[in-house]
């Protein structure tokens, strides 16, 4: 069984195809799209091993010549060096400007290997594989592609869409579980701003969710891609409404990054941040809903997810935060929730961090 959701993007609309299985279905939806025959496999060192044989297999059998390019796993790869590895390897093997590069992998690959599709030739077609549930429900879809660098994260990088993203849910079984949980945040943030029934869904579904029931994960993946169609539809390269998708992302980098990258996920840092961010809506006037931020932290409790930020210097945790992206002089522009499944933008003075970050005792 497959879900489909469509991009809304004019001429660059794609499809999101949401597979309950593995990779069955790819070969016909890539011959679809009337690309060449040969193709570059973009993996890394954790997901290769376990699925880029499938994939090669299946793509084989519907008549593409693949060549297969293996980059280093994990966050601390996500540089400039991995991204020149990546160019140099299709560079060599003669890429040219209508040869597609799949990535096949997580959020760090899909952004390394895409960044690589939108620089390497001024830009080749590109195709996601994500394989991880954050990856599905955010990284993979709307075009953001990139690296980090020294002085942030994702700091260095292009929008560059895809022209399919095909998420096969068979492969979150091959998932860490802790892995598989902390991409139940993103989920989360996107029912909290965008859908109040899915937000109901998962509540009554948190067990079967936690657990990686794929029944009741393909159905919630699909809304949360839908979600996030929309907000793409409406604002490609976040001029203003598209940094919706970033609540719960202000505290929560500053947490993820003071503490050392990789010590606290991405999707359990946004879970915190949601919590702490929705707490702060409510004391400013800003959600209407005083009762959310409890019902937020029974369901991230009952989910597998963090309640309780680390206790870091704050000094470390402002240092982190200098360089937002959203930083805009004295205040910092941080979605959040109105009520379930509703959000603004609200301005949140910079001076208000000092109350949100407690210092350690
Ligand atoms: N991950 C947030 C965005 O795609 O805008």
């Known amino acids: 069984m497959s879900i489909e959701v469509v ?14 299985g593995g990779y069955a279905h790819l070969g016909r939806r890539l011959s679809a799209l009337g690309l060449p025959r040969r193709l570059f496999l973009v993996t890394e060192t954790n997901v290769g091993p376990l699925w880029a044989s499938a994939v090669r297999e299946v793509l084989t059998a519907a008549g593409f010549d693949i060549i297969v390019v293996t980059l280093p796993a994990g966050e601390v790869s996500k540089t400039t060096e991995t991204w020149t590895r990546c160019v140099d ?10 040869t597609p ?33 954050l990856a599905m429900v ?7 592609t990139g690296v980090n660098h020294p002085s942030g994260k994702n700091l260095v990088g292009a929008f560059h869409q895809p022209v399919l993203v095909y998420a096969a849910l068979g492969t979150l079984a091959t998932l860490p579980a802790a892995e598989r949980i902390a991409g139940l ?18 509540e009554e579904q948190a067990e079967a969710l936690r657990e990686g029931d794929v029944s009741a994960l393909a159905p919630v993946i699909a809304r949360c891609v839908e979600i996030k169609a929309a907000v793409v539809g409406r604002d490609e390269r976040e001029s203003g409404w598209r940094a919706v998708l970033n609540a719960g992302h202000t505290l929560g980098h500053a947490w993820e990054a003071a ?8 999707g359990e840092a946004v879970a915190l941040g949601l919590l702490a961010e929705t707490r702060w809506a409510v004391r400013r006037g800003y959600c209407q809903d005083p009762e959310l931020p409890r019902r937020l932290a029974e369901l991230l409790h009952r989910l597998g997810l963090p309640t309780e930020p680390p206790t870091l210097p704050r ?13 805009r002089g004295d205040i910092l522009l941080v979605p959040v929730a109105v009520r379930a499944g509703q959000a603004v933008l609200a301005e949140l003075p910079v001076q208000d961090l000092i109350e949100l970050l407690p210092e350690p005792r």
């Open 89 to 98: 390897a299709l560079l060599d093997a003669g890429i040219d400007r209508r």
């Open 315 to 327: 000094d470390r945790l402002l240092g982190a935060m200098r360089v937002d992206k959203k930083a």
């Open 138 to 144: 955010d990284a993979s879809v709307g075009g953001k």
């Open 101 to 133: 590069v799949v990535a096949l992998g997580g959020g760090v690959l899909g952004d390394v290997a895409g960044f690589a599709a939108a620089t390497v030739l001024r830009g080749v077609p590109f195709v996601q594989l994500p394989t991880t549930l």
């Open 259 to 266: 503490s050392g990258f990789g010590v606290l996920r991405h």
């Open 7 to 20: 991009v809304p993007l004019g001429e660059r609309s794609y499809p999101v195809v949401v597979a309950s």
């Open 185 to 202: 945040g993103e989920v989360v943030k996107t029912a909290l701003i965008g859908d109040r029934d899915l937000l109901a869904r998962i």
